[in-house]
């Protein structure tokens, strides 16, 4: 892979672009975030998952928001496409959705 030397000492992110060389860091973000979400609703306390008001809720709405500031509902709708696709847990796909109702555009 070339390296750019407008960004050898590191890039200068705007959101999820570079500004120097128009790098693009999507991916990276969605899959943490996929990943993260995962982690957050297997390990609610009593097995709640996203339910609004529950302590799992919380770290989501943060990341739904972070998604938001970077990428728009796009970005918010990819991860969830993914989040859906490799969940499985009944009701846990329309909990995050519920959840980030009021973020930005999305409307749960």
Same mark, same amino acid.
């Given at each position: 892979?070339?390296?750019?030397?407008?960004?050898?000492? %590191?890039?200068?992110? *705007?959101?999820?672009?570079?500004?120097?060389?128009?790098?693009?860091?999507?991916?990276?973000?969605? *899959?943490?975030?996929?990943?993260?979400?995962?982690?957050?609703?297997?390990?609610?306390?009593?097995?709640?998952?996203? *339910?609004?008001?529950?302590?799992?809720?919380?770290?989501?709405?943060?990341?739904?928001? &972070?998604?938001?500031?970077?990428?728009?509902?796009?970005?918010?709708?990819?991860?969830?496409?993914?989040?859906?696709?490799?969940?499985?847990?009944? %009701?846990?796909?329309?909990?995050?959705?519920?959840?980030?109702?009021?973020? %930005?555009?999305? &409307?749960?």
């Amino acid at each position: 892979m070339k390296m750019n030397l407008k960004c050898l000492f %590191g890039h200068q992110w *705007n959101g999820c672009k570079c500004e120097r060389c128009g790098k693009s860091r999507t991916a990276k973000i969605v *899959n943490e975030s996929v990943v993260s979400l995962k982690e957050i609703y297997l390990l609610s306390p009593r097995g709640e998952g996203f *339910n609004y008001g529950s302590k799992a809720s919380e770290p989501a709405i943060k990341i739904g928001k &972070r998604l938001n500031d970077l990428g728009g509902k796009e970005m918010m709708l990819e991860v969830h496409e993914r989040f859906s696709a490799e969940y499985h847990v009944m %009701g846990a796909a329309r909990n995050l959705e519920q959840i980030w109702d009021g973020i %930005g555009s999305w &409307r749960g």
